[in-house]
């Protein structure tokens, strides 16, 4: 009887989780799948990320490049990922979430 309250306590708990394996599951898949699909890789440049994907949605200012102890960081804004360049170079891509259920990257912020 000890076994099934204990049991009974500890079920609300494990759905719980459950849940939220399954919502970030869902991101990991979403991810991969826009991963092989078609994003900047590293080492492009802006032109070539401009040519095969045009112009992107808002150009964030940049930062970093003060007195060349840090190279300049652009950011570049599409509707279904953001660019970021270290001085006019691609260094990663990052795939926007797509709710606010889901747990991951969040669509920047001015």
Not at 96 to 108: L, V
Request: net charge positive; hydrophobic share 40%.
């Amino acid at each position: 009887m000890k076994h099934f309250r204990t049991s009974l306590l500890v079920l609300p708990l494990l759905l719980t989780l459950a849940g939220v394996a399954s919502a970030d599951t869902l991101l990991i898949e979403r991810v991969q799948n826009t991963a092989t699909a078609n994003l900047p890789t590293r080492g492009m440049t802006m032109a070539q990320v401009e040519a095969k994907f045009g112009a992107p949605s808002q150009r964030m200012d940049p930062r970093g490049g003060q007195k060349r102890q840090w190279p300049t960081i652009n950011r570049w804004v599409y509707p279904e990922f953001t660019v970021y360049f270290e001085k006019s170079r691609v260094i990663n891509s990052v795939v926007h979430q797509a709710s606010a259920d889901e747990i991951g990257p969040k669509t920047p912020i001015n």
